[in-house]
Each structure stands twice: as structure tokens, then as C-alpha cells.
């Protein structure tokens, strides 16, 4: 029987803090969450304008991937998830912060965040886990809980892109070979094209700045209440940093051998050696973290990982 709700589903999930690590995104080491986190981090902080005094809101921080490498960086954190399993996991690796928020959402809703309260907001990995519907509400609720002038980043799959299309690929073979009688899973990965995105942003009453489509993920930072000087100003400044936040083709292909291996379709060494010659590239770097994580984290799948062979 599948799970009928995003809490049964996501608190299975994370059942324990490795669990969750790996739910958020395949992570499932203490070391590659970090080295993934900061990375999301650093180009959410550049496509926010991050100020130290600001007030920033994760819709779905889960096990606080990222929140635990903003949290300095900020005046306060406050990190929302529907699971409360993720929300235990995430208080645990925030400890010893004293600018920690953290909310359990009862439904696809922030009404515990007062109206105008936030100086950003932003969203990983999540909106491309719901419903269109469950999206374009919590658009609204960034639109009603961002100050007037305030900044938020959100993404999600991009099916227009061809490794976006062929991750979508796997998501319909799967449902090909399911038991029809059940209903599909409901976190389930979603995808949109940028002008779909777009359009859910505007119709929430959001300035969409800019929208990144030029990897398998659609990147879009909003405003709520811009005027015409500080719309300007941020398309400049986000033109000026996109090589900091768009991911690069480059990372959306080896992003696809890392879903190669998750689904079977090849092994661990065979990703890691076509690494090689791309030493040296922060891309290759960050998916050899990510290759050698998975691989380490089974042994029983993929035969004994190179450390213990003696490499
Ligand atoms: C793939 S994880 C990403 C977590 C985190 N953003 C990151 O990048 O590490 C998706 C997260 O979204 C949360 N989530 C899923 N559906 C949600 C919903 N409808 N409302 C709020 N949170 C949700 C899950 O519980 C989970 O923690």
C-alpha cells in the first residue's frame, strides 16, 4: 500500500539521521551532506543578497542540509517541514545555534509565519516533490510572509532540458512497470518548464528576477514589491553571478551518472574513473564526494569500496 500522505512518506524516510541525509539528497554521510550543503549554500546567498541581519525562511529544510551552513550567515534561521522525523533530525545537527527557528507543517501552509515577517526566503529540492497545486500555494505564502523589498529562491526539475527530461524518463518507466491499482507516489518528482514556473510565480504576486533553465534544474529568484531601481539593480547583480548560482551543464550530466548508479544502470567505478579527467573541476570534485558516498554506504550492492580494497 503506498503512502497517501508527504508526512507519511518523508517521516519513513528519515526514520534516523543517516536515513534522512540520504532522503534529502542521497547524501547518507555526515561529510557529503556538508560538502553538498555548502555548495547550495554559497549560491543561495548570492541569489538572496544574504545579509547578516537577515531573517531567512527553508520551506522543506529537512535534515538542514543547507540551514546548517547558512545559519551563521544569517540573523535567524527558520526551518519548516512537513515531517516531523526530518524536523528532529534537523534540530539535532543545528545544535548550539541560538538564531534557530523550526516549524512542523500541519498542511501545505506557513500561517505559523506572520504576514511581512521574512527578509528571505528560499526552497531546495522540495516544490519538485508536490503537486502543482501544493506548489503554487506555498508561492503564495512566500508572496504573503517576504517583506516588501524581500528575496526568495526556489527550483525545481526542468523537463525542457535533456538531462531534466531523461531523470523525467526514469520517473515514467517506473510508473510503467507499477501496480496500476495503486495510486502513484505523492512525493513523487514533478517537473515544470520555466515559463510554467514563471507563470506560478507571477500569478502569486511574485517579480520574477530571473529564471536559470540551462541545466536539468529550473533556478528562480523572486521579490516581493520590487520597485523599478531595486528590480534593476538585482537583475544586474544576478547576471553578474550566475557562473555562482546556475548550475553548469557539467554538473547536470555527471548528475546523471550519480542517478545511473543510484538506479543500477552502472557501477560506482565505472562513474568515478570517467571522473578522471575532469580533475580539479569543482563539479568533479563535489560528484566524486557523492559517487564515493553511495558506494561506501553499500557494500552488500556494490562489492567493497576502494578504501578497503587498499587504494
Ligand atoms: C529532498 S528533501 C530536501 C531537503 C532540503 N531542502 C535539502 O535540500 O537538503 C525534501 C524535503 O521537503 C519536505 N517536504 C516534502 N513535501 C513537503 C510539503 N508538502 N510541505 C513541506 N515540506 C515538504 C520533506 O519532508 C523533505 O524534508
Known amino acids: 500500500m503506498s503512502d497517501t500522505s508527504y508526512r507519511a512518506v518523508w517521516d519513513r524516510r528519515s526514520s534516523d539521521d543517516l536515513a534522512a541525509l540520504e532522503a534529502v539528497d542521497n547524501s547518507g554521510s555526515e561529510a557529503v551532506a ?3 550543503g555548502q555548495r547550495a549554500a554559497s549560491a543561495i546567498a548570492q541569489a538572496v543578497a544574504l545579509e547578516p541581519e537577515d531573517v531567512v525562511l527553508e520551506l522543506g529544510c529537512g535534515a538542514a542540509r543547507i540551514g546548517r551552513e547558512l545559519v551563521g550567515r544569517c540573523g535567524q534561521y527558520v526551518g519548516t517541514d512537513i515531517s516531523p522525523n526530518m524536523i528532529r533530525v ?6 548550539g545555534y541560538d538564531n534557530v527557528r523550526l516549524e512542523v507543517l500541519e498542511r501545505t501552509s506557513l500561517s505559523m509565519i506572520a504576514n511581512d515577517s521574512v527578509d528571505k526566503a528560499y526552497s531546495v529540492a522540495v516544490l519538485c516533490h508536490m503537486d502543482k497545486e501544493d506548489l503554487f500555494l506555498y508561492l503564495n505564502e512566500f508572496a504573503r510572509i517576504l517583506k516588501p523589498g524581500g528575496l526568495a529562491y526556489v527550483e525545481t526539475w526542468n523537463l525542457a532540458d535533456p538531462v531534466g527530461w531523461e531523470r523525467w524518463m526514469y520517473e515514467v518507466n517506473y510508473w510503467q ?10 512525493a513523487r518528482n514533478q517537473f515544470c518548464v520555466a515559463e510554467e514556473f514563471q507563470l506560478y510565480a507571477e500569478r502569486a504576486g511574485l517579480d520574477v528576477l530571473v ?3 540551462d541545466s536539468p534544474w529550473l533556478q528562480m529568484v523572486v521579490g516581493r514589491d520590487l520597485d523599478a531601481t531595486s528590480r534593476k539593480h538585482h537583475r544586474l547583480r544576478l547576471a553578474e553571478a550566475r557562473s555562482e548560482i546556475a548550475y553548469t551543464p557539467l554538473f547536470g550530466q ?3 551518472d550519480c542517478i545511473r548508479v543510484i538506479y543500477g544502470d552502472i557501477h560506482p567505478l565505472t562513474a568515478l574513473k570517467s571522473l578522471e579527467p575532469m580533475a580539479g573541476r569543482p563539479e568533479a570534485e563535489l560528484y566524486r564526494i557523492h559517487i564515493q558516498g553511495l558506494w561506501d554506504q553499500d557494500p552488500d550492492r556494490y562489492g567493497p569500496p576502494p578504501e578497503s580494497q587498499g587504494r
Do not use: Y
Open 90 to 95: 534537523a534540530s539535532r545537527r543545528l545544535a
Open 177 to 186: 512497470r507499477a501496480d496500476h491499482s495503486q495510486r502513484k507516489d505523492v
Open 254 to 256: 555527471l548528475f546523471l
Open 211 to 213: 529564471c536559470f533553465r
Open 34 to 36: 556538508q560538502a553538498t
